[in-house]
């Protein structure tokens, strides 16, 4: 399977922990970017990766939120002191990064409950 | 007021309708639109990709962008019962890359 992986899939914490995401891009895919999503909503920007440079935060990426993409492949989302609110579906998408008007490519997932 | 606007749903059909799916947007700067497929608890699948306006057909699925009144539709015909699930549209302009979607909209075909 080419396509892009998340890891783990689901992910349930208790208040107050901290949780870490990887998201695998498609490879040679040089763009990744992570969307939260919650129930009977669509995917809402949360930040995106040209190579190994973090270029865009949305104002949804509180201080408690932090990612990276170190050596511009697979990137990591990490959620410090999580809170109710941050229980969605952490969605990560790739694309070639080859110029504008690329669509973007989705992996499954990681479905954070936080209790 | 949304960027971009989808009524939810849910839509019901019986098997072998076409459907028809819509989503308005108030970004005149938006040139890219795309339509995703998303079954429960999975990512979203693209499914159609249109720049700037006109119609798009990939087999049984048409896309069309009417830029003059920021609408866009993805109509669907003969539905399948594998073509349940929620319908995201999504867009964005030539700067950015900025992806962003409609609520979706859940669609169920009835055998």
């Known amino acids: 399977d080419t396509g892009v992986s998340q890891n783990p899939r689901h992910k349930i914490t208790k208040r107050g922990q901290n949780v870490t995401f990887r998201c695998d891009p498609i490879?040679?895919?040089?763009?990744l970017y992570w969307y939260r999503q919650t129930l009977g909503q669509g995917p809402e920007f949360l930040t995106y990766?040209?190579?190994?440079?973090?270029?865009?935060k949305s104002r949804l990426l509180s201080d408690r939120f932090s990612a990276e993409r170190p050596k511009g492949s697979f990137s990591t989302l990490e959620i410090q002191r999580t809170e109710q609110g941050d229980s969605a579906m952490y969605l990560c998408?790739?694309?070639?990064?080859?110029?504008?008007?690329?669509?973007?490519?989705f992996g499954p997932g990681t479905r954070l409950l936080v209790l | 007021q949304k960027e971009v606007e989808q009524d939810p749903g849910p839509l019901s059909v019986p098997e072998g309708a076409i459907v028809s799916l819509n989503c308005t947007y108030s970004n005149s700067a938006f040139q890219y639109f795309m339509w995703y497929r998303q079954y429960s608890r999975k990512g979203p699948e693209l499914l159609m990709y249109t720049y700037s306006s006109g119609n798009k057909e990939d087999g049984r699925f048409t896309a069309q962008v009417d830029k003059s009144s920021k609408y866009i539709s993805l109509f669907i015909r003969d539905s399948q019962p594998s073509d349940s699930a929620t319908y995201l549209c999504a867009m964005f302009g030539s700067t950015g890359n900025q992806f962003y979607f409609g609520t979706g909209t859940s669609l169920t075909v009835i055998p």
């Open positions: 990766f040209q190579n190994e440079a973090q270029l865009e």
């Open positions: 490879s040679e895919h040089n763009r």
């Open positions: 998408a790739s694309s070639p990064g080859l110029g504008l008007g690329e669509t973007q490519y």
